[in-house]
């Protein structure tokens, strides 16, 4: 094949060239009190406007600023001229232009401003996860940046979907205490019709294919067919839903906003009414503060409680929380919540029947479960969201609906679901044995605290009395490409049944807090893999279940006793389903804290400097428990202490 001519490509058209053209018609309507006291910005910034065709005589109108995590370059017709790193932001430029074309309508000036994020399942098990859990910080800061750096902005609409960019996304709304804002959830993907596998099962066919208990042409034909369309979130309540789900519990979206089917019409009718929303918003001189409240950060604890959402909004839901000013919820808050409300949600990965969370929006979302937590008392109705009504309101709207009523039609006809079998009263839901989201275990192994999610632990191991308990020895791995290389092995040094797999030095000094995904989905999905536990003073990925301890405070690197554990150590662990206690234990006749770190422990040599500057500054900011924030005065206090 020849070498392309990169420096000339015979190209004569290039040569057709002009230096001058017509400038834009029509008259800006300048008056002379703005010539006068306005900035040459603000004057100037019209002269852009009508530089880039918008009309001169509609230039007033007052500016809007959308912001998305657009990935990707996509033609009209849905077909990709450059891919996006994931579904999640493939599509999320159509919502933006219906909230575009909203807010035009009414007479706004819209303008749009794109800020990517990356997939945390694409980064699964390499390096980019290293960068995962910073970027958000990063993300967050960028879009404020954006947002201040249009100066006569009205309101922001913010549309985002996954993993970082969502919680990002609103940071950085939280943050505009006198804007109104809106956040449009990018929904998620279908179910494919020709797989049984969805986007949690399918990332585990490398660890099945290893163990051989799947065909190389079985993961070469399902692994083409997991995604059912070209956007939205993955199908499961993982990090990405449960992140749309807090999005519309603190009133920041439309009710029944989150989990919309991405590309569908009721999608799209989401976005154009959320820019009618955030022009009604600036009418009626509601802004974020009057929306993010203490009471909205209680129904969002109990809404994520009853849903069973990740364990990675205990670091988003504080975040949120820091940059609207309001106290960040902490472990007693989660705790209390838990105890108060159980799961009533059956999704992906939790189960029992694992329904999507596309059933789930048909089933009634958000405002569903609301419903049911009304009942019980354990909402703040009198908090606002940004339909300019309070929940209350809402619920007395939705719960009278034409939409509800249509939308579970629609999921039985389609189906053959019975949406009350998706979303419970918590009388069914206790029938049918679900429990309460999270559990914080303590122990010799977690003194500053743990998190697991217990009601994703296998059902068949848990006792009458509700209790997990598990004594095993200890398998130690200072990173997890050597504990996944031990999951895939045939060999001697294999993971076994009744193993405890400790993974070190993956907290935020370690390597940035990755995810450990890759770990528990191949441990959900192997024959054996029920029997192993985990324990990490890293995190999980939301569609992670079992009996996997994360967050383990202090971390290894900070001296924590998780760091101290060596092969065949055996380690004990006891779980409370119901009263929601529990315990990891070094079980030992020597004191683990008189010993040195295990060796293999290490900061890794490819940690990206970016994430140590992240991980030193959210250390000063209250750390994970306190949702590795920047927390500006924390860290000047720190810097200037002698």
């Excluded at 472990?331 to 209390?336: I, S």
């Amino acid at each position: 094949m020849a070498e392309p001519n990169l420096l000339d490509s015979g190209d004569e058209s290039i040569y057709h060239l002009r230096t001058t053209a017509p400038g834009p018609d029509g008259t800006l309507p300048f008056s002379e009190d703005q010539l006068k006291s306005q900035p040459s910005g603000n004057l100037f910034g019209w002269t852009q406007n009508v530089g880039m065709g918008w009309a001169a005589d509609r230039v007033d109108g007052g500016d809007y600023v959308i912001l998305s995590t657009q990935g990707g370059i996509r033609r009209e017709d849905g077909t990709p001229v450059a891919l996006g790193y994931h579904t999640g932001h493939f599509e999320v430029g159509l919502l933006m232009e219906e909230a575009a074309k909203s807010i035009a309508e009414l007479g706004g000036v819209p303008f749009a401003a794109f800020v990517s994020d990356p997939c945390d399942g694409r980064t699964q098990g390499t390096d980019g996860m290293m960068d995962s859990l910073a970027y958000r910080n990063d993300a967050a800061t960028v879009l404020r940046r954006l947002i201040r750096s249009h100066p006569t902005r009205k309101g922001v609409v913010g549309v985002a979907t996954c993993d970082k960019g969502l919680p990002a996304m609103m940071m950085a709304l939280a943050a505009m205490h006198d804007l109104p804002t809106v956040l449009v959830p990018g929904g998620v993907t279908l179910i494919s019709e020709d797989t049984e596998e969805d986007l949690g099962r399918i990332q585990t066919i490398g660890a099945r294919f290893s163990q051989g208990e799947i065909s190389l042409d079985y993961a070469a034909n399902h692994g083409c067919k997991a995604c059912g369309s070209a956007g939205g979130g993955c199908q499961f309540l993982g990090t990405a839903a449960t992140s749309q789900v807090i999005a519309e519990a603190l009133g920041l979206t439309l009710p029944h906003a989150a989990l919309s089917p991405s590309g569908a019409e009721i999608w799209r009718d989401l976005a154009r009414r959320s820019g009618k929303a955030v022009v009604a918003l600036e009418n009626s001189r509601i802004t974020t503060k009057d929306i993010l409240t203490d009471d909205s950060i209680e129904n969002a604890l109990a809404v994520h409680a009853a849903f069973g959402g990740s364990t990675n909004l205990i670091l988003h839901l504080p975040a949120i929380a820091h940059q609207a000013g309001l106290r960040r919820p902490d472990v007693n808050d989660w705790r209390r919540m838990n105890a108060e409300i159980p799961r009533i949600v059956d999704a992906l990965p939790n189960g029992p029947v694992h329904y999507a969370t596309v059933q789930v929006f048909l089933a009634g979302g958000v405002p569903e479960v609301m419903l049911h937590l009304r009942e019980a008392g354990l909402l703040k109705l009198d908090a606002l969201t940004v339909s300019g009504k309070t929940v209350g309101e809402n619920l007395e709207w939705w719960e009278k609906s034409d939409r509800r009523m249509r939308l579970k039609e629609k999921l039985a006809d389609l189906d053959g679901v019975d949406p009350d079998t998706v979303i419970m009263s918590p009388e069914a839901a206790k029938a049918a044995g679900l429990t309460s989201t999270v559990t914080f275990p303590e122990g010799n192994l977690a003194p500053e605290g743990s998190v697991i999610k217990s009601t994703a632990i296998d059902p068949t191991l848990i006792d009458d009395e509700g209790v997990y308990f598990h004594e095993g020895p200890a398998r130690v791995f200072g990173s997890e490409p050597e504990a996944i290389a031990a999951v895939k092995s045939t060999g001697d040094d294999r993971i076994k049944k009744g193993d405890v797999i400790v993974l070190v030095g993956n907290g935020p000094i370690g390597c940035g807090m990755p995810e450990t995904a890759q770990l528990t989905i191949a441990l959900k999905h192997l024959s054996w893999g029920k029997h192993v536990a985990l324990i990490t003073d890293g995190r999980f990925s939301g569609v992670s279940t079992g009996a996997c301890i994360g967050h383990i405070s202090p971390e290894g690197l900070a001296g924590g006793p998780i760091g101290k554990l060596r092969d065949g150590d055996m380690v004990r662990i006891r779980i409370d389903c119901k009263n929601l206690t529990g315990s990891v234990d070094y079980v030992g006749e020597e004191t683990i804290d008189d010993r040195k770190a295990n060796p293999c422990m290490r900061q890794l040599e490819n940690v990206p400097d970016d994430t140590r500057l992240w991980a030193a500054l959210q250390n000063a900011s209250g750390g994970p428990w306190g949702g590795c924030v920047y927390d500006v005065d924390a860290i000047i206090k720190k810097l200037s202490s002698p």
